[in-house]
């Protein structure tokens, strides 16, 4: 973990209220995998004091070597901030932080599922699988069309299925129907996305009694992101207290739900 001033190389919108800043990697951040985060700080002096947790998007080569990407949704003034950062801009972040995605070796028919700007993650998860000649099927959920990650974005190779709440593209309805039918498909299964979709898929595990590995990305309210302050603490239903930034952010669905 470090903290880093990285100046912007890209910033754009790509879709809906969603950005996308681009950084050099740094030496430090090298080591990330998909499904980590680092905190980003929003502001040019203390406020906002807090950063902002936001996942490793995807990595690229560019002119100037290995870039890094973030991809956010304006949801208030710190992310709003972020978005109107532009080429040559700084953004000062710590990370990478927490447990990111951990696939199983030797295993070939990968189930991706997000919600929302839960989709973050699994671009560069999608396209380390496929790297690695693996089969991916992807599920992305929105309210509606514009919320949906531009399919020509996403590796050629990864199988996407689209749903959307007001069936204005994909399958009308939630990310949980295609979940439950590709369940039997996928070796392993990992989500991000808001808590009632995770109690939604775990609905669909524990029915199907599967023992298959579903791991989620937890969203959780961060505000040191590296176990000091409580703030995101949950609680599993078998009892105890997690920290999303430590434990996590990624858990097996069971050990939240069961
Ligand atoms: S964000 Fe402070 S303990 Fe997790």
């Not at 903290?3 to 090298?30: C, M, N, Q």
């Not at 890094?68 to 710190?78: I, S």
């Not at 023992?211 to 992101?225: D, F, I, N, T």
């Not at 990624?250 to 050990?255: E, I, Q, S």
Request: charged share 20%; with cysteine; proline share 7%.
């Amino acid at each position: 973990m470090q903290s880093e001033t990285l100046e912007v190389i890209e910033s754009a919108r790509l879709y809906g209220e969603t950005h996308v800043l681009w950084f050099p990697l740094p030496d430090s951040f090298k080591t990330a995998q998909p499904g980590q985060f680092v905190m980003a700080y929003c502001g040019e002096g203390y406020d906002p004091l807090l950063g902002r947790a936001l996942s490793v998007h995807r990595t690229r080569t560019g002119p100037r070597g290995i870039e890094f990407a973030l991809l956010f949704d304006v949801v208030g003034r710190g992310t709003a901030w972020l978005a109107r950062r532009e080429r040559g801009d700084e953004v000062r972040m710590v990370g990478p932080l927490g447990r990111g995605f951990e696939p199983r070796p030797n295993v070939q028919r990968m189930l991706l599922v997000g919600g929302g700007i839960g989709v973050a993650p699994l671009v560069g998860l999608a396209e380390g699988l496929v790297a690695e000649g693996r089969e991916v099927t992807m599920v992305l959920g929105a309210r509606s069309e514009a919320g949906v990650f531009p399919a020509s974005l996403l590796p050629p190779a990864v199988e996407l299925i689209v749903t959307t709440e007001d069936g204005s593209a994909g399958e009308r309805g939630r990310v949980t129907a295609p979940f439950e039918r590709l369940l039997g498909w996928c070796d392993q299964a990992f989500a991000c996305g808001p808590n009632p979709m995770f109690e939604a898929m775990y609905g669909v595990v524990r029915a199907s009694q599967t023992a298959k590995p579903v791991q989620a990305l937890l969203e959780g309210g961060m505000a040191c992101g590296m176990g000091i302050c409580y703030s995101c603490a949950v609680f599993p239903r078998r009892g105890g207290v997690k920290l999303v930034c430590h434990d996590g952010p990624m858990f097996d669905l069971r050990d939240l739900y069961a």
